[in-house]
């Protein structure tokens, strides 16, 4: 065991600092076997693949060895909610108790700060659309003045998706760089210095990713330094960061360009009338090509999409009109910053469009609708390449931690994904008493989940449970329109309900928390984050298994890959994520040593398809039951029912079904 080890475990152990300093610290033998094996890897800057499972206390078990070693230390989150918990509440917890004086910086991705000189930019400008959005920015005039570091997050009450936040953050697009007028002013540059200087640096895997993909540009380097890396929820980086690695263009991307074109006039004498028409021409063009996509499925390959002869002209009208917007832009007489910005923004528009219709290498070239605009990126099947060249390009110590990387028992597929060959592992289970605290109910008698009654037959087999449990329960739904539906059958139900996009995520789990017996309904989207510990959640319910829509462009080609590659593409792609995807909706169930409740699991496929085991193999060790009795007294109910009639079936037309190995 290494110095940093064993300084790490008396840390953490009984009668260390943190027991002796933090109120409700008790020591943990997982969370030991993790801190020494973290601590390890920062000695050795070798690489470590940790799942910790829920209620490891793997937070601290990373923070101390980190604030032990000394060594310059970038710690990555899955979203800036935990990194904001993790910079405002852990680590000053943990620095405190351990009496070290190490400075360290909070850091995010500049659309996270606000760009006075785009606030001063929408100063006037006629895109409010409602009166609530004219107070809000007036409240946002205000809070500009006295805020120190810019953190749109200190705005209460503004939604993540405000349409007021692109008016008022800049994006690396519209970023004038040095020469913006508010450069010395300029809260991501502050934002930045104070990272460049800090001991441990708090980022999201979206600033990690972005400047990993920059610098492979390069343009250098956002975090210099770093002598170790802790990757926390690593079980998400290898998809976002296909996002960073490949590139794309929207319609809303567009949108603003233009939009910012006009704006820069107003200070211009005759910037107006040489920019307008081209605008006019673009904003027209774009129209055009969205209404000639209709029609089309929601998601598609770029190849599809333009089998129709209109969608590929369209595409080419688009390509041609911000040709035009590029030459008028061009023929400006000594023009701006901000003209200057808008023409390259344009020009990269323009390459990335050309590059998207050429559809030229091994990437994924792919289009997406929304209800009024279009995306169209290109993604590359394989990140785990440029992942391994930075990461042995650094020298530094990288552990990779998340509650959900192992399946069955193995970390064959994320590893692959990572980039990683054989590197160090350790598979610590959770630490919570899984059959005293918790039961697995698999109901029996379901019909085949894309038979037209499983939702209804859901519904039937939830009430009783739900009775039983008083709410106080969290329902998973494999789509929307499974969500929409059990909504409107729930609706008048006896328990307070809350629905996903109903409000914003954080003030909609605030709500169900606060309830004390509520129903919350939620999709994909919904199973990570949700941390509520206590009564409040005593059910957790997953309608059916999370395979991956098949149907989704990049999915469909990294199976074809795998295919070509002379593997199987259920069990060496499919099947693990899910099992992956499966497990983070299992960790809402128990999230501390005094919790209780049901996780009910409604697909049948568990029990009568070959890899159902391969799923519960993976899952912490509950009870297990086919018995709704058992549910119910489990819950303290007296109550005695029946076992359902078998469900009616029909033809097992699942596009897995056929899997077998």
């Known amino acids: ?26 020591p943990r033998e997982a969370q030991l076997r993790l801190t020494e094996a973290i601590a390890d890897a920062f000695d050795s800057r070798e690489v470590l693949l940790a799942e910790a499972g829920t209620g490891t206390g793997k937070t601290f078990a990373y923070l101390v060895p980190t604030l032990l070693s000394g060594l310059k230390t970038i710690v990555s989150t899955g979203t800036r909610a935990l990194q904001d918990q993790l910079y405002n509440r852990d680590l000053p917890r943990v620095r405190e108790a351990l009496g070290v004086g190490h400075k360290s910086a909070l850091l995010k991705g500049r659309a996270n700060y606000l760009c006075k000189y785009r606030l001063q930019m929408a100063k006037g400008e006629p895109r409010f659309t409602a009166k609530e959005q004219i107070a809000q920015f007036q409240r946002i005039v205000a809070w500009s003045g006295r805020t120190k570091f810019g953190d749109v997050a200190e705005l209460e009450n503004l939604a993540d998706d405000s349409p007021l936040l692109p008016m008022v953050t800049s994006t690396i697009d519209n970023c004038l760089g040095s020469e913006c007028p508010f450069f010395d002013e300029c809260f991501v540059v502050q934002a930045r210095q104070r990272a460049q200087t800090a001991d441990v640096v708090v980022v999201n895997h979206h600033l990690l990713l972005a400047d990993l993909a920059l610098k492979q540009e390069g343009f250098g380097e956002i975090l210099p330094g ?162 391994r060249a930075h990461r042995e390009q650094s020298k530094a110590a990288w552990i990779f931690t998340s509650a959900t990387l192992a399946v069955n028992g193995n970390f064959i597929h994320v590893s692959k994904r990572l980039g990683l060959f054989e590197p160090e592992t350790l598979l610590q289970p959770s630490p919570f008493d899984w059959p005293r605290q918790a039961l697995c109910y698999l109901p029996q008698n379901l019909p085949d989940p894309n038979h037209v009654g499983f939702a209804r037959a859901l519904i039937d087999t939830l009430l009783p449970v739900l009775r039983a449990s008083n709410g106080r329960a969290f329902v998973l739904f494999a ?15 006896p328990w307070p309900l809350f629905v996903q996009g109903q409000m914003p995520k954080a003030a909609l789990l605030e709500k169900f928390r606060a309830s004390g017996n509520g129903v919350l309904l939620g ?111 489990f819950f303290g109910s007296d109550e005695v029912v029946e076992a359902p009639k078998p469900a009616a079936q029909t033809n097992d037309d699942d596009w897995f079904a056929a899997a077998r190995f």
């Open 1 to 26: 065991m290494s110095r940093l080890a064993a300084a790490s475990r008396e840390a953490l152990d009984a009668g260390g600092m943190l027991a002796d300093r933090l109120d409700g610290f008790s």
């Open 479 to 493: 789509s929307h329109r499974a969500l929409r539906e059990a909504a409107d059958a729930l609706k008048d139900a």
């Open 226 to 387: 770093a002598q170790a890396f802790v990757i926390d929820e690593a079980h998400q980086l290898p998809e976002l960061a296909a996002n960073f690695f490949g590139e794309g263009f929207g319609m809303r991307q567009l949108q603003e360009l233009l939009r910012d074109c006009l704006a820069e006039c107003k200070d211009t004498t005759g910037a107006l009338a040489a920019l307008q028409p081209s605008v006019r021409e673009a904003e027209n063009a774009l129209r055009k090509l969205r209404e000639a996509m209709e029609g089309l499925p929601l998601k598609g390959t770029r190849g599809k999409a333009l089998e129709k002869v209109e969608i590929e002209d369209a595409f080419d009208e688009a390509l041609a009109a911000l040709k035009t917007l590029g030459e008028a832009l061009a023929q400006l007489g000594a023009p701006t910053p901000g003209f200057e910005s808008c023409a390259a923004r344009n020009g990269d528009t323009i390459a990335k469009l050309g590059n998207w219709l050429a559809g030229e290498g091994d990437d994924v070239f792919w289009y997406e609708l929304s209800p009024r605009g279009f995306r169209c990126q290109r993604t590359p099947l394989d990140v785990s390449g440029p992942l």
């Open 523 to 633: 999709t994909a989207s919904f199973r990570e984050g949700v941390d509520v510990v206590g009564d409040a959640l005593s059910v957790v319910v997953i309608d059916k298994l999370p395979f991956a829509a098949p149907d989704d462009p990049v999915f469909e080609a990294r199976l074809e890959a795998v295919r070509r590659s002379g593997g199987n593409p259920f069990r060496d792609e499919q099947l693990p994520q899910a099992v992956i995807a499966l497990k983070q909706g299992v960790g809402r169930l128990i999230r501390s040593e005094t919790d209780r409740g049901v996780l009910v699991l409604c697909d049948p496929r568990l029990t009568n398809k070959p890899y159902g085991k391969i799923f519960l193999d993976s899952l912490p060790p509950f009870s297990r039951t086919t018995n709704l009795n058992d549910v119910l007294k």
